[in-house]
């Protein structure tokens, strides 16, 4: 075989090989969002990021009605407080239609976020 032809098709292979490579990254990255959108995985992690931010509410909400007590001379001990958070937790997770967890998992997830800030 003449070598210039040979050059040439060995660098038409690597030029089609890279350009294979870039095709297929987008059409691995909709595959698996179809793979997420079959098994539910995306809609865990959803899920997942509602209990957070109704966790981290009922953080602040305990902590605002903590201070408004401190502001009426009143004291709050911290159990009060993961009580009255847990209570508003609970209250938005049946409201927002989350499925209910045990009262220890919930006290559990309000204690790490707390230890998180």
């Known amino acids: 075989m003449n070598p210039i032809i040979s050059v040439l098709l060995d660098n038409l292979v690597e030029v089609v090989g890279a350009l294979l490579m870039v095709a297929a990254v987008p059409l691995l990255h909709a595959l698996y969002r179809k793979f997420e959108a079959l098994t539910g995985l995306k809609v865990e992690a959803e899920t997942q990021r ?16 903590a201070r408004t007590r401190t502001k009426a001379g009143q004291s709050t001990a911290g159990s009060e407080k993961l009580s009255h ?9 049946k ?18 976020k707390l230890g998180q800030w």
């Open 85 to 93: 958070a847990l209570e508003f937790v609970q209250t938005s997770m």
């Open 95 to 112: 409201e927002t239609g989350l499925a209910e967890m045990s009262k220890e998992r919930l006290t559990a997830l309000i204690e790490a």
């Open 50 to 65: 509602r209990i957070e931010s109704i966790v981290y509410d009922g953080i602040n909400k305990a902590e605002q009605w």
